[in-house]
T-cell receptor, first 114, second 116 residues
Framework: DAMVIQNPRYQVTQFGKPVTLSCSQT?????MYWYQQKSSQAPKLLFH???????NEADTPDNFQSRRPNTSFCFLDIRSPGLGDAAMYLC?????????????FGPGTRLTVL | AQKVTQAQTEISVVEKEDVTLDCVYE???????LFWYKQPPSGELVFLIR??????QNEISGRYSWNFQKSTSSFNFTITASQVVDSAVYFC?????????????FGQGTRLTINP
C-alpha cells in the first residue's frame, strides 16, 4: 500500500548530540512537511518542501534543518537538541490537486532528549 | 491570521451515544480547506475528511458525519452510535493552498473517551 513511512519510530538522543529523523513516501506527492507535536499540544508546522523548494516557517528555530534528496525522501536534522525539543515529529505529504484530496501523515517519530 | 478553536477539551460518553465535536475557524481567505484528523494513543494522525470552502455539502461516511456551515464558520463532526474504538484525540485543522502546499493550522484537539 502507498504510504508515508517514518524511521525510527522512537529515537533517544543526548542533549546537544545531533540527530536525524527520516521520512519516505510511496505516494509520489510533490509536497513533504515536517510538524512538531509536543505533549498534549497540537501539531505545529516547522517547514515544507514543494518539490525541491524549501519553505521555512518564520518561527522555526535555526536548530532545525531539512533535506530532500529526491521525491521520496525527506530528513529532519536537529543540530543541537535541547530538552525542549523532545516531541513527536510528524512527516506529511500532499499532492497539488484540486478537489478533496487529503494530506497524509506518517506514524511519527517520538524523540526523547536526555 | 488563521485560527481554529475546539472549545471542548475533553468529552466522555457511554458507548452507543451520539457525540458531536465542535470546530470554529477564522480566516480571511476566500479559498480554504478544512480537515478532521483522528489521533489514537499510538500517535499517528489519521486523515478523516477534507472540505474546500466552496463545498458546503454535508458528508456522511458510515457512523461519521460532518456539518460545514460557512455562515457560522463552523465545521462540526458527529459520531453516531459511538464505540470504544472511537476513543482518541480529534483535531480540526484549516489550511489555505499556498503555491501548491497545504499548510495546516490545527485546533487544540478534543480528547474523546468512549466508555463501555
Amino acid at each position: 500500500d502507498a504510504m508515508v513511512i517514518q524511521n525510527p519510530r522512537y529515537q533517544v538522543t543526548q542533549f546537544g548530540k545531533p540527530v536525524t529523523l527520516s521520512c519516505s513516501q510511496t505516494l509520489n506527492h510533490n509536497v513533504m512537511y515536517w510538524y512538531q507535536q509536543k505533549s498534549s499540544q497540537a501539531p505545529k508546522l516547522l517547514f515544507h518542501y514543494y518539490d525541491k523548494d524549501f519553505n521555512n516557517e518564520a518561527d522555526t528555530p535555526d536548530n532545525f534543518q531539512s533535506r530532500r534528496p529526491n521525491t521520496s525522501f525527506c530528513f529532519l536534522d536537529i543540530r543541537s537538541p535541547g530538552l525542549g525539543d523532545a516531541a513527536m515529529y510528524l512527516c506529511a505529504t500532499s499532492k497539488r490537486t484540486s478537489g478533496n484530496g487529503g494530506k497524509f501523515f506518517g506514524p511519527g517519530t517520538r524523540l526523547t532528549v536526555l | 491570521a488563521q485560527k481554529v478553536t475546539q472549545a471542548q477539551t475533553e468529552i466522555s460518553v457511554v458507548e452507543k451515544e451520539d457525540v458531536t465535536l465542535d470546530c470554529v475557524y477564522e480566516t480571511r481567505d476566500t479559498t480554504y480547506y478544512l480537515f478532521w484528523y483522528k489521533q489514537p494513543p499510538s500517535g499517528e494522525l489519521v486523515f478523516l475528511i477534507r472540505r474546500n470552502s466552496f463545498d458546503e455539502q454535508n458528508e456522511i461516511s458510515g457512523r461519521y458525519s460532518w456539518n460545514f456551515q460557512k455562515s457560522t464558520s463552523s465545521f462540526n463532526f458527529t459520531i453516531t452510535a459511538s464505540q470504544v474504538v472511537d476513543s482518541a484525540v480529534y483535531f480540526c485543522a484549516l489550511s489555505s493552498q499556498i503555491q501548491g502546499a497545504q499548510k495546516l493550522v490545527f485546533g487544540q484537539g478534543t480528547r474523546l473517551t468512549i466508555n463501555p
